[in-house]
């Protein structure tokens, strides 16, 4: 089936399956992980160099072939924010950004005060601003008008592996706004991936519920998999939902057993 | 005389009129995808052979890790 591309800031995607770079076993894992989850776009986040330096991660991800998407994770203040995409800037990362304000350190629920704010911000600035939201729709069209790129509502807290917790919000975002709407956090498995995909939504963006599998290159597989399946099925226009069966062989022709 | 700075939380004692460029030399820091902050301020790659470090100054020096 013909499908369209994600298109984020003008570019071109064909995988809708974004996936990270942490808390993975090894480095090898994570490179085959990437490999077998197919994705084109791979997060990644702005820390200290150690000193003495040693090896860095991008020894282990081909900067050639994946987008690199540099998140603010751990910032609790647009201030925050804003400075650490001005140094993934710097440091060579690009314009697109994984834009985090978190406001609670229990849930990493974002401050969408801060995050709108950054948005807003940054979107000025020329980046091209992927905002993690919580999943409301008044929340979501207020960062799309304030120039955000896509809307990335979470499923449930961050590696929780809780699933698509509010399905119902998440569809109402879908028509709310213009922009795509990624599902970041809360996947835990490949069918999670599949109903956000259902709903329609553009993508997903996860990490722990692929880094933190027994067998992170399979579970990765899954995952690409899922995607695929969630966006097809949303495409091909799944059947209505109804209470009683109908029957699916014909009710005319059947033979008599009356004695 | 030295120069007392901050780089990535740690004390450090550095020569007066140290640069950017001679700091990320000093400490062996590869430029590839490295950003520096300095004094929350982000400085070009291209100011890193000008701007000379000052006493009390925090330096930030990143780079990308695992993250998600």
């Keep these: 089936m013909y499908?369209?591309?994600?298109?984020?800031?003008g570019k071109e995607f064909t995988s809708r399956l974004i996936v990270g770079t942490g808390k993975y076993a090894s480095m090898e894992t994570m490179r085959e992980?990437?490999?077998?989850?197919?994705?084109?776009?791979?997060?990644?986040?702005?820390?200290?160099?150690?000193?003495?330096?040693?090896?860095?991660?991008?020894?282990?991800?081909?900067?050639?072939?994946?987008?690199?998407?540099?998140?603010t994770a751990g910032c609790y203040t647009?201030?925050?924010?804003?400075?650490?995409?001005?140094?993934?800037?710097?440091?060579?990362?690009?314009?697109?950004?994984?834009?985090?304000?978190?406001?609670?350190?229990?849930?990493?629920?974002?401050?969408?005060m801060g995050l709108l704010e950054a948005t807003s911000t940054l979107a000025r600035e020329g980046f091209i601003v992927m905002p993690y939201t919580n999943d409301d729709p008044v929340m979501a069209r207020k960062l799309q008008d304030a120039g955000a790129a896509c809307v990335m509502p979470l499923g449930a807290p961050i590696g929780s592996g809780l699933g698509i917790r509010n399905p119902y919000n998440i569809k109402i975002i879908l028509e709310s706004v213009t922009v795509p709407v990624i599902v970041d956090a809360g996947v835990g498995t490949a069918s999670d991936a599949a109903i956000a995909m259902e709903l329609g939504c553009d993508g997903v963006l996860m990490n722990t519920a692929i880094a933190g599998a027994q067998d992170a290159v399979s579970m990765a597989r899954a995952m690409k998999l899922a995607v695929e399946a969630g966006r097809l099925a949303y495409k091909a226009g799944r059947i209505g939902k109804k209470l009683y069966a109908t029957a699916s062989s014909p009710l005319e022709g059947l033979p008599d057993w009356t004695s | 005389m030295s120069v007392k700075i901050t780089v990535n939380g740690k004390p450090m004692e550095v020569e007066p009129g140290l640069t950017i460029e001679g700091l990320l030399t000093l400490l062996n820091v590869k430029r590839e995808y490295t950003a520096?902050?300095?004094?929350?301020?982000?400085?070009?790659?291209?100011?890193?052979?000008?701007?000379r470090l000052s006493e009390g100054d925090k330096v930030e020096i990143v780079r990308p890790m695992g993250g998600g």
């Design chain 1, 3 to 9: 499908d369209t591309s994600l298109v984020l800031g």
């Design chain 1, 33 to 71: 992980a990437h490999e077998a989850a197919g994705a084109e776009i791979i997060t990644v986040a702005v820390r200290r160099v150690g000193l003495p330096s040693g090896e860095s991660i991008l020894d282990y991800i081909d900067t050639k072939r994946y987008t690199l998407l540099p998140n």
């Design chain 1, 78 to 112: 647009a201030d925050e924010a804003i400075r650490t995409c001005y140094l993934a800037r710097e440091a060579g990362l690009g314009d697109l950004v994984k834009l985090e304000v978190i406001g609670d350190q229990r849930t990493l629920f974002p401050d969408v």
């Design chain 2, 36 to 51: 520096v902050a300095v004094n929350r301020e982000v400085t070009r790659k291209t100011d890193y052979g000008t701007v």
